[in-house]
C-alpha cells in the first residue's frame, strides 16, 4: 500500500521567516495531495491541495508543488506569523477525480512560529 | 454551516467497557470516514461508509471494532471489550457527492482507556 514519509518532525522559524515541509509517497499511482493543519487538540483543517496534472498550486501566503517523476511535494509557507504555529500533515492518495479515497498521511510536522 | 460533528469531545472507558462515537457529516454529505490518530503519529484510515453501507472497511481491526452509517442518525463508530491500545483520537471526516476526494474533519473524540 502507499506510504508517505513527512520531513521534519519539528521545524522552528522565526515570525517572518518562510517555512518548507516535505513529503515523499511510495505509490506512483497516487493523484491527489492534501495539507491539513492541526491545531492543539482540534480536528486537522484542509489548507490546500494539489492534483497530479498541477505542478505547483499558491493560495496567499502558502503554496505547494509536486515532482511526480520524484515522488516528493512540499508546503511553503512564506511570511509566517505566530498563528501558523500548528501540526501539519502532508496526505496521498489513490483514484479517479473527484471520486471517493482513503488518505494516506505523513506522520506531521510540528512548526513553531517564533515572535 | 455547522461543520462535521462529533460526539463525546472525550471519553473514558475501561478496560472490557465498549465505547461508542458518533460523528454527524456536514449537512448535505452523505459519505463518512473514520481514521484514528495515536500519539505523536499521522492518522491512519479505518473505514469509508455511504449511508446504509460500508464500502471500505480495510483499516479496521479484524475483532472488537464495528461501524455504521444507518439511513437516519449520525455514524457510530463501536468498539467493544476496549483495551489499552484503543486509546487514542478518533477523527471523522464527511465529503459532499461534488468532491468525493475532498475530506472535512471533526474536532475529533479522544478516547482514554484505564
Known amino acids: 500500500g502507499e506510504n508517505v514519509e513527512q520531513h521534519p518532525s519539528t521545524l522552528s522559524v522565526q515570525e517572518g521567516d518562510s517555512a518548507v515541509i516535505k513529503c515523499t509517497y511510495s505509490d506512483s499511482a497516487s493523484n491527489y495531495f492534501p495539507w491539513y493543519k492541526q491545531e492543539l487538540g482540534k480536528g486537522p483543517q484542509l489548507i490546500i491541495d494539489?492534483?497530479?496534472?498541477?505542478g505547483e498550486k499558491k493560495d496567499q501566503r502558502i503554496a505547494v508543488t509536486l515532482n511526480k517523476t520524484a515522488k516528493h511535494f512540499s508546503l511553503h509557507i512564506t511570511e509566517t506569523q505566530p498563528e501558523d504555529s500548528a501540526v501539519y500533515f502532508c496526505?496521498?492518495?489513490?483514484?479517479?477525480?473527484?471520486?471517493?479515497?482513503?488518505?494516506?498521511f505523513g506522520s506531521g510536522t510540528q512548526l513553531t512560529v517564533l515572535p | 454551516n455547522a461543520g462535521v460533528m462529533q460526539n463525546p469531545r472525550h471519553l473514558v472507558r475501561r478496560r472490557g467497557q465498549e465505547a461508542r462515537l458518533r460523528c454527524s457529516p456536514m449537512?448535505?454529505?452523505?459519505?463518512v470516514y473514520w481514521y484514528r490518530q495515536l500519539p505523536e503519529e499521522g492518522l491512519k484510515f479505518m473505514v469509508y461508509?455511504?449511508?446504509?453501507?460500508?464500502?471500505?472497511e480495510s483499516g479496521m481491526p479484524k475483532e472488537r471494532f464495528s461501524a455504521e452509517f444507518p439511513k437516519e442518525g449520525p455514524s457510530i463508530l463501536r468498539i467493544q471489550q476496549v483495551v489499552r491500545g484503543d486509546s487514542a483520537a478518533y477523527f471523522c471526516?464527511?465529503?459532499?457527492?461534488?468532491?468525493?476526494?475532498?475530506?472535512?474533519f471533526g474536532a475529533g473524540t479522544r478516547l482514554s482507556v484505564l
Open positions: 461508509l455511504q449511508k446504509e453501507n460500508i464500502i471500505d
Open positions: 496526505a496521498a492518495s489513490i483514484g479517479s477525480s473527484g471520486s471517493a479515497r482513503q488518505l494516506t
Open positions: 449537512k448535505g454529505h452523505s459519505h
Open positions: 494539489i492534483r497530479s496534472n498541477v
Open positions: 471526516a464527511s465529503s459532499p457527492i461534488q468532491g468525493l476526494d475532498i475530506q472535512y
